[in-house]
């Protein structure tokens, strides 16, 4: 190959290569972070989501327990849903229009467990394998003490509930030991 | 090939042997580099060809190496961004829930005594909150905060594409918060704490 004929043209397609090389640089960078961060934050979202309704119900069943151990009838009939038609709101007193909870200080434990175990305040969000499964371990424990303190509370497992226990069960490996003694133990406080 | 030490950009070097498209090393395949070219760039006909040809094949490469690199450090800024919404649209969802379950077990408990009484003021807020949670349901999912997302900066700013989602959700969240009341939910864990120490 003669290079002193092509040395000119084959320097221009250089100086063109990357010139465009150059834009699809900054193009590309954008499309790619754009592109995984949508995702992760579906995926993050997902995966915590049921992470915040085990909370959520902790919360509610930390007040039936407070509330059953108050006067029953000490401010009975404050507002449950205050406010007009355009701000609701919807108060922990509701929690007095619900039936009496079932005494016992294994319950009690199980709910402040589960609070414990879901406390968003405790929890590292970011994306590395150490804080990922710190979720998943805590998450799969508190679906089986959700699942304890559901049937105390004597409530009905619904569809949605089901199919969480169930695949949690599917994952399910060690768990702790103690979930199926309490598991019998609460069956029994059930009324 | 006696032209490597030409190169001006060492990425060159690197792209040589994965794209198969035209990178300066196989130069001599491409169609621009026809023995009509070799008289020079100063032939005007042909440059415009040649350059789109080859600001293409750079373009294309350049796209290409650099979308790898940056999916994943999206990936990493956009995790913590939808957990943290998530874990509170959960709390949101799962208080409702737990309320609408307490409430059911009521109805189907309750005693002959008062029981007019008792359903005219219990179904009514019952009702009240089931409908709440449909709505909510409805305006927390992934597809109504989320949708519509593309991930590219909106015209005129330059934020990350993960503060966008954030803000937009906020808002939605925010409100349910408010509506549900999280923040007097939330007393009982505090004292729960003060007991405890």
């Known amino acids: 190959m003669d290079s002193d004929i092509f040395d000119g043209l084959l320097q221009l397609e250089d100086e063109f290569y990357n010139e465009g090389y150059k834009l699809g640089v900054t193009d590309g960078a954008q499309a790619g972070y754009a592109e995984g961060n949508v995702f992760a934050i579906e995926k993050g979202f997902e995966k915590l989501l049921e992470f915040g309704r085990l909370y959520g119900k902790g919360l509610v069943w930390a007040q039936r327990l407070v509330v059953s151990e108050q006067d029953q009838t000490a401010e009975y009939g404050a507002n449950i849903v205050s406010g007009g038609a355009e701000e609701l709101s919807v108060e922990p007193a509701v929690c007095r229009e619900m039936p009496c909870v079932p005494k016992g200080t294994r319950l009690r434990k199980n709910v402040r467990v589960l609070l414990e175990q879901v406390d968003p305040s405790t929890l590292s969000l970011d994306n590395t394998p150490d804080a990922i499964s710190e979720v998943e371990e805590r998450l799969k424990g508190a679906v089986l003490k959700a699942k304890l303190i559901q049937r105390a509370f004597g409530e009905r497992e619904t569809a949605s509930d089901s199919i969480h226990l169930q695949s949690a069960k599917d994952t399910q490996t060690s768990g702790d030991g103690s979930g199926s003694i309490e598991d019998s133990s609460s069956l029994r406080v059930r009324h | ?197």
Not at chain 2, 42 to 51: A, G, H
Not at chain 2, 111 to 123: F, L, V
Not at chain 2, 141 to 170: I, T
């Open chain 2, 1 to 197: 090939m006696g032209n490597t030490g030409q190169r001006p950009l060492a990425e060159n070097d690197l792209l040589d042997d994965i794209f198969a498209t035209s990178p300066p090393g196989s130069r001599t395949l491409s169609p621009g580099a026809s023995p009509q070219d070799a008289v020079g760039p100063d032939e005007p006909s042909d440059l415009p060809s040649l350059r789109r040809q080859h600001v293409t094949a750079g373009y294309r490469d350049g796209v290409f190496f650099a979308r790898n690199q940056h999916v994943q450090s999206g990936f990493d800024a956009g995790f913590p961004v939808g957990a943290q919404l998530g874990i509170r649209v959960g709390t949101v969802l799962g208080i409702l829930e737990g309320v609408i379950k307490g409430l059911d077990n009521k109805r189907g408990s309750s005693s002959s005594q008062s029981i007019e009484e008792q359903k005219t003021a219990g179904s009514l807020e019952g009702e009240q909150i089931r409908r709440l949670y449909t709505v909510a349901t409805k305006e927390l999912s992934l597809a109504s905060m989320f949708g519509g997302m593309d991930g590219n900066p909106a015209a005129g700013g330059d934020d990350k594409p993960e503060m966008q989602a954030k803000r937009k959700a906020e808002m939605i969240v925010a409100k349910w918060e408010k509506i549900v009341g999280v923040p007097k939910w939330e007393e009982i864990v505090d004292d729960k704490a003060v007991e405890q120490s």
